[in-house]
C-alpha cells in the first residue's frame, strides 16, 4: 500500500527538508503552504498521514486539524515551535496523534510518522481471525472490523482512541494505569510528565457525550488511573 503523506507549513525550508527525508523512505509527498491549500489537496487525494504545522497564514494547525477530523481518520502528527504543555494537550485533544517541538531532528519525525503508519495500518487491515469484539451497556466495540457504536450510533474514532478504548474494555473491572496504557498503546517508555493519555481520555470523553464529573463509562481513580466498569 502507498502512503501518501501530506506536509503543511508556511516555511517552505521546513516542508522541503521534510519532503526529502520522507521521500527517501519511499513516501510520496504532497505539500501545503495554508489550511486552505491543505483542505484543497484533502478534497482531491487520499492520504495516509498529516503533517501539520501550528502557525499558518490563514487558519492556525488546531483549526486545521479540527476540520480534518470532520472527515478523516489517518493519523496526524502536529508540529510546533510551541512547547507548552497546554499547546500539546490542545493539539492532541482536538485529534492529533502525536506532537514534536521545533526545532526537531528529520529523524526522530521520520520515525515517527513510521509508527504512526504501523498503527494506522494495523488496527484498518483486513482479518480473517475469529471476530473480537465488547457488547456492554449500549457500548459495542469490535477489533476486527474497528467498528464503534455507543447506544446505535456509530463513534467516529482515530486509530489512537480506539486503541486506548479497546484495552479498557479488555481490562474492564480493572485500574488502568497511565504509564501502563501509554506504553500498550504508544509502545514507548511513559514519562511522569506526560499527559498523552489525559488528552485523549478527554478526547474520547467527548465523543462518547460523557460528562466530565460523572463518566458512566471511562471513569478515572484519581492517583491511580482509569477504569470502564
Known sequence: MEHKILVVDDEREIADLIEVYLKNEGYPVLKAYSGAEALEILSKERLSLAILDVMLPDI??????????????????????????????????????????????????????????RRYTRYNAPDTKVRNEHDFRGLFICQD????????????????????????????GKVVSSEELFEAVWKEKYMDSNNTVMAHIARLREKMREPSRKPKFIKTVWGVGYTIE
Request: aromatic share 10%.
Open 60 to 117: 492556525n494547525g488546531f483549526t486545521l486539524c479540527q476540520k480534518i477530523r470532520e472527515q478523516y481518520f489517518f493519523p496526524i502528527l502536529m508540529v510546533s515551535a510551541k512547547v507548552e504543555d497546554m499547546d500539546k494537550i490542545m493539539g492532541l485533544t482536538l485529534g492529533a496523534d502525536d506532537y514534536i517541538t521545533k526545532p526537531f531532528s528529520p529523524l526522530e519525525l521520520v520515525a515517527r510518522v513510521k509508527t504512526q503508519l
Open 145 to 172: 472490523s474497528h467498528q464503534c457504536t455507543l447506544n446505535g450510533e456509530e463513534l467516529t474514532l482515530t486509530p489512537i482512541e480506539f486503541n486506548i478504548l479497546w484495552y479498557l474494555c479488555e481490562h474492564r
